[in-house]
């Protein structure tokens, strides 16, 4: 692989692209738009029940129904009709309300896409914060231990709907700060931006507080270091190479915070595009879902350019050119710290978890309904006086256990077309647009309200963080130089995965997987606190905290428990990206080692027609000084 055949691939590439990006559109919409016949019930009955609560409507109604609406002709032909009038401006009328479609569905966009700009000053702000002492401490050389992430853990498991209830009824309604509810001006932004930000924030400074070290040991930051350079230079220099391979993380978390906010909007009462969807969606309203999904791939495509203009604009001429260089984290352990609040967390699970599961989950005690703490009860109990400590112990096998294999299938099927960059850029855009909440109920019309409909619903637009990291991870190292230098000797496709591509992707990946573990729970949570995933009375955790969530201001201890445990595990998750990190650092080396030996032989036998085999080994010796 050359420079020109790069340059030359690009065309095709962005050509690949558009057409990957309108694939998966159009199907994406086609499948909205069967969402009535695939749920088995009547639309029409749906419609009827939606405009007038008629809970026995008589078949000369319905008939009206389906004449008036078109029902009989399918979805395909609703479809085209919808299609056939987007370029004249018309996005048709509601079936509920009989209101043009476009005026509502801008003017949620118009609320989702302002709460989305706060928010988004909010993730960066605690981004920015998460990642300073890194930062910091790298750019002066003094980056010598494992970096402690427990606090980063704390916020990224906070339920985006717990903080929301937490901030409008301290900051909203006791203290009097912000509204608490109704979008009348940018006060009302305040409150909801932190709740959707905040836990964004986290998790984005975590990945780019992950990447740094490598940056600062790339050997142009020694260099620096060396002849005197400020370390602020250094460091703007260490961040623009870090968030690089960061920013492809932002598309998930910029489209989630417009069209997946719906249980923060419906507790501010915002009239956003996310609960629009959901209401449309429940009622079978075509029109306004078609419409706010059209908005939403519209938006996610163009935060995929953008963001990757960005991120090429930061690497520079040296992605383009095959110069840039290996980022490598150097050797780190773990700090005393993390190791001893690793264990103290791994200790508290074990103790909550068997304490748990000595007692009856399923008991009602309507004369104990939400005690407080007690010795009979030490986590208290619930609005129909079920012991907590017993749901939450019985709950953990099942949470964790689910949320462990939507992660692992996330995460494969992410690497799979993520290493596929040329047909899985266009789809991880549009899918990424989709909101968790839609795609529950797009399985939930086919398999039922269960658990695993909901795990299948995750795993149906999970995978899109992880499969945008590995595509910007492959390309930043195929663009590297020693990629090209064991290409130029001859290198086959089997052992450039196994020396070169697989070492670059997989640690980081694996280490975002377990960081989103907690993330995975919360929001099988919102599916089941829909209606779409675990049904009662099973325990389980994110069903606890969506449960219990009503009674915060009353009964704050009803969704200590489960908070907590989601605290704990996701501390875990965090102790166990460090052990990923030093056990990669330590592989990287190992593989440096060799390498130099394996592109000697490769290059030996390969180069062998064109050159001597002394000529090779001396350039692979050079190359691994």
């Known amino acids: 692989m050359s420079v020109p055949s790069v340059r030359t691939e690009a065309g095709p590439s962005r050509w690949r692209a558009g057409l990957g990006r309108l694939a998966a559109g159009t199907a994406l919409l086609t499948a909205v738009a069967m969402l009535p016949w695939l749920s088995g019930n009547d639309p029409a009955l749906t419609v009827l029940r939606a405009r007038s609560a008629d809970q026995d409507p008589t078949p000369e109604q319905l008939a009206a129904v389906r004449e008036q609406l078109g029902l009989d002709e399918g979805p395909f032909a609703h479809l085209t009709h919808w299609l056939g009038g987007l370029p004249r401006g018309d996005a048709g009328t509601s079936w509920v309300s009989g209101e043009a479609v476009l005026p509502q569905v801008t003017g949620a966009f118009a609320v989702s896409f302002t709460l989305m700009l706060g928010a988004l000053v909010i993730t960066i702000a605690v981004a920015a914060l998460v990642s300073a002492r890194t930062l910091y401490l790298g750019s002066r050389r003094r980056l010598h231990r494992g970096r402690g992430a427990v606090g980063v853990a704390v916020l990224a498991a906070v339920p985006k709907f717990l903080l929301a209830s937490l901030l409008a009824t301290v900051c909203g309604v006791w203290l009097g700060w912000f509204p608490s509810s109704g979008w009348a001006g940018p006060a009302s932004m305040v409150l909801p931006a932190l709740a959707l930000g905040v836990p964004s924030g986290a998790m984005t400074g975590g990945l780019l507080d992950q990447s740094l070290p490598a940056a600062f040991n790339e050997p142009w930051a020694r260099t620096w270091h060396a002849y005197g350079f400020a370390p602020g230079r250094v460091a703007r220099h260490a961040l623009r190479r870090a968030l690089a391979g960061v920013l492809p993380q932002l598309l998930p978390t910029v489209v989630a915070l417009v069209g997946g906010a719906v249980a923060v909007e419906k507790i501010f009462n915002i009239p956003g595009l996310g609960r629009l969807a959901l209401d449309a969606a429940i009622a079978q309203d075509l029109p306004p879902l078609q419409t706010a999904t059209l908005a939403l791939i519209l938006l996610g495509v163009v935060a995929g350019l953008l963001i990757r203009a960005l991120r090429r604009a930061l690497l520079g001429p040296a992605l383009r050119d095959g110069a840039l260089p290996a980022l490598h984290a150097p050797a780190a352990s773990r700090g005393r710290f993390t190791r001893w609040a690793a264990v103290a967390c791994a200790l508290a699970l074990l103790v909550l978890v068997t304490a748990g599961l000595l007692r009856d989950p399923l008991h009602v005690d309507t004369a104990a309904r939400l005690l407080p703490p007690s010795a009979a009860h030490p986590l208290g109990t619930d609005a129909l006086g079920r012991d907590l400590l017993a749901r939450l112990g019985h709950g953990a096998l099942r949470t964790v256990g689910v949320a462990l294999v939507v992660t692992a299938v996330c995460t494969l099927t992410g690497l799979l077309l993520g290493m596929a960059a040329q047909v899985g850029v266009g789809l991880t855009e ?137 605290v704990l595990l996701s501390v875990l998750a965090v102790s166990g990206t460090d052990a990923v990190a030093v056990r990669s650092s330590a592989s990287v080396r190992t593989s440096r080692r060799s390498r130099g030996r394996g592109a000697q032989a490769q290059g030996g036998i390969s180069a062998g027609r064109t050159e001597p085999r002394s000529v090779a080994r001396r350039s692979a010796a050079a190359r691994s000084r």
């Open 430 to 566: 549009v899918v990424s647009t989709m909101p968790a909440v839609l795609a529950g109920l797009l399985t939930t019309a086919v398999t039922g309200p269960s658990a695993w409909g909901a795990a299948l619903a995750v795993c149906l637009v999970g995978w899109t963080p992880y499969a945008a990291q590995a595509a910007a991870l492959l390309e930043q190292e195929r663009a590297s130089g020693h990629m090209l230098a064991s290409l130029s000797f001859g290198a086959g496709p089997g052992y450039l995965l196994r020396h070169h591509l697989l070492p670059a992707v997989l640690p980081p990946v694996l280490r975002n997987a377990l960081l989103r573990l907690p993330t995975t729970v919360l929001v099988l949570a919102s599916l089941g606190f829909l209606g779409l995933g675990e049904q009662p009375p099973t325990a389980e955790w994110g069903r606890l905290l969506s449960e219990n969530q009503p009674y915060v201001e009353l009964a704050p201890w009803t969704v200590l428990g489960p908070a907590c445990a989601l």
